[in-house]
């Protein structure tokens, strides 16, 4: 019996603060301006996209005693532009970044419900959590949770709001048109919810959403994170977009679902993926060169370089050699709200690990910075990238990926009007949604 055909998923992410967008870019544009990201939503709902994915930022990050040189453009309220965008969309699922560590369910329960309300259901909640007391400063909450209990604030978090999406039910609340008598059972909104982490009793003040609960999505790649999207997420970003590490981590994540008593389609697999499209392959690769050399520039590869050594390397070449020493292990990193010593378990051993390979193949402190933050997932004439995407899909690598243009807000246009109509041609992509919400778009059915 052959297997059956799957439908690759879609979703576009702003890309915001970060070092994949080409600044210098003429066609590059405003990372605040409401209209950015009209054009880039807009797009994607073209395109017939899943969802449009807005990350979150919670404090200006800063390295070396400056705001780090990307954050000067400013971070705005994911809540607020997601609500924008909901009048000016109609499909498209609407995704938002909400930190678990630094909120309270009631209100974030309000928001994401109120957001399903606005956007006739399309809401979606990537669920994160936070080591960073940097950020917790804004809170008053600096450095209060260790990993272990991070991930087990964010499970209760999630299933305490899920108990206020769940306070109203349809049988509860009513309406007599004609005499204008609300009857009602007396519980409608009515929680309360004890634990380690919160108390909180009351009434829910949204009626039941569109989709019951926002789509929830989850990012964490450690096997806490893991387990959690498990248990709990609808969707699970990715960094594995190769074939055989994608296929490791499809198979890991879902082969816990059952644990849980859940089947492989209730969980989506969507690695962050960026793109370089040429009229030829080889075009495309000369092209990806010059967008990676744009990415990572001399001052750009000493700070990224500077975020896993824990050190000032400022006087450092970024032409030149590595440091001779390791990187510098400490709770107070010298990136503050971004720091990668703190993302790797070992930055002593993967410090080595660079200079190695930095050695082995004669690279400068840049070049290796440019190897090791990855090269574009998918480079090529569009009708190579079409097949890139569909053959991972159908191998199970992945349900498909978050698209990352590099030139924020019209670098999707390209992958729209090129890449996918061939993904249509193949019939492994939507010429036109078949639903209203974004539960139906990513077809995972209503929530348990």
């Known amino acids: 019996m052959s297997k059956p055909i799957k439908q690759v998923h879609l979703a576009a992410h702003f890309p915001g603060v970060n070092n994949t967008t080409v600044w210098s870019d003429p066609a590059a544009g405003s990372h605040i301006e409401f209209s950015s990201f009209v054009k880039l939503a807009q797009t ?72 399903d309300h606005l956007s006739a259901g399309r809401a979606a909640w990537n669920v994160v959590t936070s080591w960073d007391a940097f950020t917790g400063e804004n809170f008053r909450r600096g450095g209060f949770l260790p990993q272990d209990q991070r991930y087990e604030r964010a499970r209760t978090f999630l299933s305490t709001a899920a108990e206020l999406f769940d306070s109203w039910r349809g049988d509860e609340v009513a309406a007599d048109r004609e005499s204008g008598v609300f009857l009602r059972d007396g519980n409608a909104g009515a929680f309360r919810h004890r634990d380690a982490h919160f108390d909180i009793e009351g009434r829910f003040p949204v009626p039941r959403s569109p989709q019951g609960r926002p789509v929830i999505l989850q990012a964490g790649d450690s096997d806490e994170g893991r387990e959690f999207a498990a248990s709990s997420a609808d969707a699970i970003f990715s960094r594995h977009g190769s074939l055989e590490q994608g296929q490791a981590f499809y198979a890991d994540v879902k082969g816990r679902l059952a644990g849980y008593g859940r089947t492989p389609d209730q969980l989506v697999v969507l690695p962050a993926a960026t793109f370089v499209l040429g009229d030829t392959d080889a075009d495309a690769r000369e092209r990806a060169d010059v967008v990676r050399h744009q990415q990572v520039s001399g001052p750009t590869a000493i700070k990224l370089l500077e975020q896993l050594w824990n050190a000032d390397l400022s006087a450092y070449d970024p032409d030149g050699p590595l440091p001779d020493f390791d990187p510098l292990v400490g709770e107070h990193t010298i990136a503050r709200g971004r720091a990668s010593v703190r993302m790797h378990r070992d930055p002593v051993a993967k410090g080595r690990e660079w200079r190695a390979l930095a050695e082995e193949k004669n690279l400068s402190i840049r070049e290796l910075i440019i190897q090791v933050n990855g090269e574009q997932t998918f480079v090529g004439s569009p009708t190579t990238v079409a097949g890139q995407i569909d053959d991972l899909v159908q191998a199970d690598a992945s349900d498909g990926f978050i698209l990352v243009p590099h030139v924020t807000p019209g670098g999707l246009d390209e992958f729209a009007d090129k890449v996918v109509p061939l993904l249509q041609e193949r019939g492994v992509f939507r010429t036109e949604y078949s639903g209203t919400t974004l539960r139906d778009h990513l077809g995972i059915g209503e929530p348990r």
């Not at 899943?50 to 400056?66: N, T, Y």
């Open 44 to 115: 994607a709902e073209r395109a017939k996209f899943d969802f449009f994915f807005l990350a979150e930022g919670l404090r200006l990050r800063e390295q070396g005693g400056e705001i780090y040189d990307l954050d000067v453009v400013g971070r705005p309220d994911t809540f607020t532009v997601l609500a924008a965008l909901a009048a000016a969309t109609e499909r498209l699922g609407l995704a938002g970044t909400i930190n678990s560590t630094f909120n309270e369910p009631f209100e974030v329960a309000r928001q994401f419900a109120s957001l």
